[in-house]
């Protein structure tokens, strides 16, 4: 009996996540495989990109154990509040734009979260079937580092999920990692949108000159052996840091910045849909360019040629 109202309730939170997904177009969850390459920095940026360009956009902090969504748009001061006492009312960080994070429920923000998987999937699952949206364009899921708990309830939750982004950095070690998001996604037949290089060579504030700190290219290789989209490369750069580190929106910030144009290009090519598959294909996981026809003709390793043959 116990274990009957249980799955009772896991439907009708599934029905209450269905009803909520529907009023939301793409759904993108941000995910690396090693920490502090800048994913919550991508989610932030490209999530301002997008309300700047007209988009309704929410962002949803899955990070339970270290959520910086909240200070990097300047709104960590906020409370999660309730119109009814059931659902979350989102955060707005300016019009168009809204937030979710656990960070807003934690009264001492110094204090650790201390929580197993099930608890983690638990407040995930009621971030999506409670959080008062209304309509979107856009909901970017900002993920933690690697492929666990957190990325299998986003995909499990979200069957229609639009896809991944996939934020890397050059060197090798992170490069690795990489590749476990992108077959991660391949293995739970999620989309893949595209794989950034973030901190992809240091802009030297005083010379301008380019230092490639962690190397340069590793993304873009790593994309091109794995028949993966490459969004592009975004530098290094100190202004960009202590933008994020102060909660001021980078995107909308004067003079013009390499890495402020890279994130722009990257939100263009996705709100235009080039960068964007929103199809579920997974029997095709080429490359965005390549045609499932033009599978005979090719001579790559791409899973989909090989289940051509
Ligand atoms: N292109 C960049 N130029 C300068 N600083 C950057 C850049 N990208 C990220 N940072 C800085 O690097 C730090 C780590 O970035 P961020 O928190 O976005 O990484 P993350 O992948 O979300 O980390 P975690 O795995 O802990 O969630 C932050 O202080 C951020 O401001
Ligand atoms: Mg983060």
Not at 140 to 145: E, L, Y
């Amino acid at each position: 009996m116990a274990e009957e109202n249980k799955m009772d309730e896991y439907e009708q939170m599934n029905a209450r996540i269905r009803e909520r997904m529907d009023r939301i177009g793409r759904k993108i969850m941000v995910m690396s495989g090693k920490g502090g390459v800048g994913k919550t920095t991508v989610t932030v940026n490209l999530a301002n990109e997008l309300a700047e360009m007209g988009c309704r956009v929410g962002v949803l902090d899955t990070d339970l154990h270290g959520p910086n969504v909240a200070k990097m748009f300047g709104v960590e001061g906020a409370s999660l509040d309730s119109k009814d006492g059931v659902s979350f009312l989102p955060v707005e960080v300016r019009p168009g734009l809204k937030v979710i994070s656990l960070s807003f429920a934690l009264e001492d923000p110094d204090a650790p979260v201390i929580w197993r998987g099930s608890m983690k999937m638990g407040a995930i699952r009621q971030f999506l079937a409670d959080t008062e949206w209304g309509d979107l364009d856009y909901l970017i899921i900002d993920t933690p580092p690697g492929t666990g708990d957190e990325q299998l309830t986003v995909c499990q939750s979200i069957p229609e999920l639009t896809g991944t982004i996939i934020v890397t950095t050059p060197q090798d070690v992170a490069i690795l990692d990489a590749r476990r998001s992108v077959n991660f996604s391949r293995r739970l037949g999620v989309a893949i949108i595209g794989v950034i290089e973030n901190m992809s060579g240091l802009v030297c504030p005083h010379c301008h000159e380019e230092i490639p700190i962690f190397g340069k290219g590793g993304g873009r290789r790593m994309c091109a052996d794995m028949h993966v989209p490459f969004l592009g490369e975004v530098p290094m750069e100190m202004d960009l840091r202590i933008a994020e580190d102060s909660g001021k929106d980078w995107m909308s910030e004067g003079a013009s910045h390499p890495s402020r144009e890279a994130l722009m290009d990257i939100a263009r090519a996705i709100n235009e849909g080039t960068a964007c598959s929103t199809s579920r294909d997974t029997s095709f996981l080429g490359t965005s360019s390549c045609k499932p026809s033009a599978c005979a003709s090719c001579t790559s390793n791409c899973p989909s040629r090989k289940k051509q043959q």
